[in-house]
């Protein structure tokens, strides 16, 4: 039986966002907008007025200048500033996609006035970003407008920034979601920034108090992890607990989505969709590229490692896609995007040996999530690839924790619902920074009959 309402994952719905909804939440948020046009002077007056659907899952950004600790690069790029005891709220309805932002209004902190809104269009598979500035340009009331600004950092698709798992420099909690391992400096230094904020601003504040007004919201580190218990059927790991586990895992489905209905609706995927899903996957033996592939990509074919992988950059290139447009870990024209050499950075774009180390939400990878997109997508027509795959997903991997899951069911029904995945081989480097899951026979041997199928006789979708 499903758990009570009160004990979920905040604002999940087993429906999902990718579900079917009276109004999007972009609709909710222009309809409260327009309803409240006469009470909205300022942003500090938005907050109260939010559903609690969508103030139930938040994170918060202190902006301290700290390279994560596993080595993930600092974000530079910002459209708004945040301050340890004025942090940048970025706050998200789960059910229905929809995520809004903003800092503390110090005049020291840029576009203070400004909610940012980044919106999911299920119909459409793409993100849009819009922005509510205050006070309202009119006696209408303040709306949201589309900016130009946002393209810089989010690129040509809109797409969303947010760090990789279980790296999130510059957030509360920035540590896989602790604060209280006083064993590990940059919690320590977090709590007791922390401890401020909750002390001094967010019981008064009127943008952060409507945070903290939830169930739970009394405990110290609310909302990350009450404690640090490595025990893994401990109720604090449930991902009800872990605000920047839930952000990525949603926004890196989203972003599959997305990626899997740009491939499909390409012109070239009826001809390079196999080819393409057998190196995606790090087939043994994948399609070879011809002169077709070639000729698409405008430049000679470059190999991995002299191996029979093409490599990843070019992969994307026949979808005229670039890693930056696919990977969420730093905003669009972040120098960490230059990178091909993840070898001495786990957290870091780039190869690992022939493995690329694309972008990674604690429990699938992008390519992972966008694989099996592919999959399902040629398995409706092509019949000797159909049925090869048990995809992965939250809810059967950890459905046998019980006491963590009766908090978590929820929450995994609607991410599984946004997407599954098929797993692809990693390096073992990876395991234990990554906090991966392993790769075991059953994986394997689903692995080399894809591949096979795939590879065997490949046919136009």
């Not at 070898?343 to 992008?366: H, L, Q, R």
């Not at 899951?437 to 689903?446: A, I, N, R, S, V």
Request: hydrophobic share 35%.
């Amino acid at each position: 039986a499903s758990a009570p309402a009160s004990a979920e994952s905040p604002g999940a719905s087993a429906e999902g966002p990718t579900g079917s909804h009276a109004a999007s939440g972009r609709d909710v948020l222009v309809e409260l907008l327009a309803k409240h046009a006469n009470d909205l002077r300022t942003l500090d007056d938005l907050p109260r007025l939010l559903p609690p659907e969508l103030t139930r899952s938040f994170v918060l950004k202190h902006g301290r200048d700290r390279k994560g600790e596993r080595g993930h690069l600092v974000e530079t790029r910002i459209s708004q500033s945040a301050d340890p005891l004025a942090p940048r709220a970025i706050v998200w309805d789960e059910r229905r996609a929809l995520f809004v932002s903003y800092n503390g209004g110090l005049p020291t902190q840029k576009n203070g006035q400004r909610l940012d809104v980044l919106s999911w269009d299920e119909a459409t598979r793409a993100f849009a970003l819009e922005a509510v500035a205050f006070p309202p340009a009119t006696d209408g009331g303040a709306t949201l407008e589309r900016s130009n600004e946002c393209a810089t950092c989010h690129g040509p698709r809109s797409r969303p920034i947010f760090s990789m798992y279980p790296d999130w420099p510059g957030f509360y909690g920035s540590d896989n979601d602790e604060l209280n391992n006083p064993r590990v400096a940059v919690q320590a230094a977090e709590l007791a920034d922390y401890r401020r904020f909750r002390a001094e601003v967010a019981k008064r504040h009127p943008r952060y108090r409507p945070l903290f007004e939830g169930d739970g919201a009394d405990a110290e580190t609310f909302p990350y992890r009450p404690d640090v218990s490595e025990e893994i059927h401990a109720r604090s790991r449930a991902f009800r607990h872990r605000p920047g586990l839930r952000l990525g895992l949603l926004l890196n489905r989203l972003q599959a989505r997305s990626i899997v209905a740009h491939v499909t609706r390409h012109p070239r995927y009826s001809r390079f969709g196999a080819f393409f899903l057998s190196h995606l996957l790090m087939c043994r033996s994948p399609l070879p590229p011809d002169a077709e592939v070639e000729a698409a990509l405008g430049e000679p074919v470059r190999r991995v490692a002299g191996g029979p992988l093409v490599h990843y950059r070019q992969l994307w290139k026949l979808f005229d896609l670039e890693v930056r447009d696919v990977d969420i870990r730093y905003s669009y024209p972040h120098a960490g995007y230059h990178s091909d050499d993840a070898s001495k950075n786990p957290m870091a774009v780039g190869y690992v040996g022939t493995y690329w180390n694309s972008y990674f939400d604690g429990s699938a990878t992008i390519d992972e999530l966008v694989a099996h997109g592919l999959y399902a997508h040629r398995a409706k027509e092509d019949a000797t690839i159909a049925g090869l795959v048990t995809p992965s997903g939250l809810t059967r991997k950890y459905k046998h924790l019980s006491a963590r899951y009766a908090l978590d069911e929820t929450f995994f029904a609607a991410m599984d619902a946004a997407g599954l995945w098929i797993p692809i081989p990693y390096p073992r480097s990876l395991h234990e920074v990554h906090h991966r899951e392993g790769f075991p026979p059953d994986h394997q041997k689903q692995h080399d009959a894809l591949c096979a199928a795939l590879t065997a006789a490949p046919k136009r979708d």
